[in-house]
Structures are given as structure tokens and as C-alpha cells.
């Protein structure tokens, strides 16, 4: 198995880069369920930032592409229940989708509540404001 970093998923999902875009493709789908690529947690939360910020994805489109990301049966996403949970809560959510993986990853660790000063995440993502 090899892992992928942030700018190559980014590549592959947007065919954005003449050079880089090519390569990317050819990596990622030279992959199989049987010697899939991995994409770590941290990944996923860096993609979600770099493609609502960079390229102004809307919230529908982001969602549609963790959702394409999570499917992709060559892929194997670190923590996939997690980003799932996350992805559902962002989709009703007034928090960003890295607060939403915050508090399910912490939910699933075994915590009893996230703590926070953010109070969007408190309202949405199911964290505690720090009083």
C-alpha cells in the first residue's frame, strides 16, 4: 500500500494541472482493492480546506466529492466510519467540516465531549463551550 498526500488527491479530483493532474490520475487509478492507496485523516481534512478555499467548492460540491473520495474502492481512507459521521453532521451543520471531524473522532476515541471556544462548533458539531 502507499499513501497520498493532500496535493496529489487534489490533483486527481480536480484535473486542474496540465503536468500534475496526468500523473496523479495514472497513481490513483493504478491502484486496486487489493493493493489500494491510503489516504490519511489528516488528508481528507487539508482536501475538504484546500477545495472549499482555493476552489471555492460550495458545501453541495464538497460533500459530493468526500462522498466520491469515501467510495472509491482503490482508496482506503484512515478512520472512514469517522469521516462518514463527519460528513453526515457537516451536511446539517452550521461548523466547518474540520470541526465535524474533530468532534466524531473524539467521540469515537472514547471522549465524552470536545471542548471549545468556537461557539458555531458548539452549536453544530456537538461540542462544549469552555466556560
Request: hydrophobic letters at 50%; proline letters at 2%.
Amino acid at each position: 500500500m502507499i499513501a497520498l498526500d493532500t496535493n496529489v488527491v487534489v490533483r486527481y479530483i480536480m484535473q486542474d494541472d496540465v503536468k500534475q493532474s496526468p500523473m496523479a490520475t495514472r497513481l490513483i487509478e493504478s491502484r486496486s482493492a487489493a493493493s489500494p492507496g491510503f489516504v490519511p485523516i489528516v488528508v481528507v481534512v487539508e482536501l475538504a480546506w484546500v477545495m472549499s478555499s482555493a476552489y471555492e467548492l460550495d458545501k453541495r460540491q464538497l460533500i459530493a466529492a468526500l462522498e466520491g473520495l469515501l467510495r472509491t474502492k482503490e482508496l482506503v481512507v484512515e478512520g472512514a466510519e469517522t469521516v462518514w459521521k463527519a460528513l453526515r453532521l457537516y451536511q446539517s451543520a452550521n461548523a466547518d467540516f474540520a470541526d465535524c471531524v474533530i468532534g466524531r473522532s473524539a467521540s469515537a476515541h472514547g471522549c465524552e465531549s470536545t471542548m471549545t471556544f468556537d461557539r458555531d462548533a458548539a452549536k453544530s458539531a456537538g461540542m462544549t463551550l469552555v466556560a
